[in-house]
């Protein structure tokens, strides 16, 4: 079948073919980063009738300037840094309203106007994020883990602890406002990995 033979993660083949107008190359992107990109997005605007718009606008942005993509190792970190300035792009929209002002509050995202286009070290960021998160305190790690690594909503969470939701979105909350004390303006290449790998 087709899907089993599409990984996780498009080759540089595919990157090549995608670059020189291949349809099916972009259709295989398209499979393995449509989900990502859609629960990446959904993380930083928390609305899902934003997020298909959002994910359709990144893949015609790189569809419409894939011919200027010289690198192919960097393409994942290309694809995100474009749906996270996308989402920017959203969000300094809608910093009026105050459902989005409380939200970019509580996360503590920097929206500034140099964009982001570099590849990121995942394998330093997975050794530091590692080591900040054996630092939690013991329930806030476990939270955590729970909320970025095993996928349980917070909802979720709460029911298995014995906690209320609020508790739980504190404890996260925390934990961001904790990680990104710690990757200072490396954080957006921190919370791409979170989104991207755990």
């Known amino acids: 079948m087709k899907s089993e033979k599409i990984q996780d993660r498009i080759d ?6 995608f670059v020189y107008g291949d349809m099916r190359a972009f259709d295989n992107i398209y499979f393995v980063y449509n989900t990502k990109l859609s629960k990446f997005v959904y993380s930083l605007v ?9 994910v359709q606008d990144v893949f015609v942005k790189i569809w419409e300037n ?5 690198t192919f190792t960097s393409f994942e970190s290309y694809l995100f840094a474009i749906a996270y300035n996308t989402t920017v792009s959203l969000l300094r929209k809608r910093l009026k ?4 002002i409380e939200y970019v509050k509580s996360v503590q995202i920097e929206i500034d106007d140099s964009g982001t286009s570099e590849s990121y070290d995942w394998e330093e960021i997975d050794k530091k ?7 939690m305190p ?24 014995g906690l209320s939701v609020n508790t739980i979105e504190n404890h996260i909350v925390k ?5 990104k004390e710690n990757f200072g303006k490396n954080y957006l290449s921190a919370l791409l ?5 755990l």
Do not use: P, W
Request: proline share 0%; no cysteine; glycine share 4%.
């Open 12 to 17: 540089e083949f595919t990157v090549r073919k």
């Open 46 to 54: 928390k609305t899902g009738a934003d997020v298909e718009e959002i």
């Open 66 to 70: 894939r011919e200027k993509l010289k």
């Open 97 to 100: 309203e105050s459902q989005y």
């Open 129 to 135: 994020l590692n080591l900040l998160i054996e630092k």
């Open 138 to 161: 013991a329930r806030q790690k476990e939270v955590f883990k729970m909320k970025h690594i095993e996928g349980f909503s917070y909802k979720e969470i709460a029911g298995n602890l």
């Open 175 to 179: 934990a961001h406002k904790y990680l």
């Open 193 to 197: 990995f979170i989104h991207l790998f």
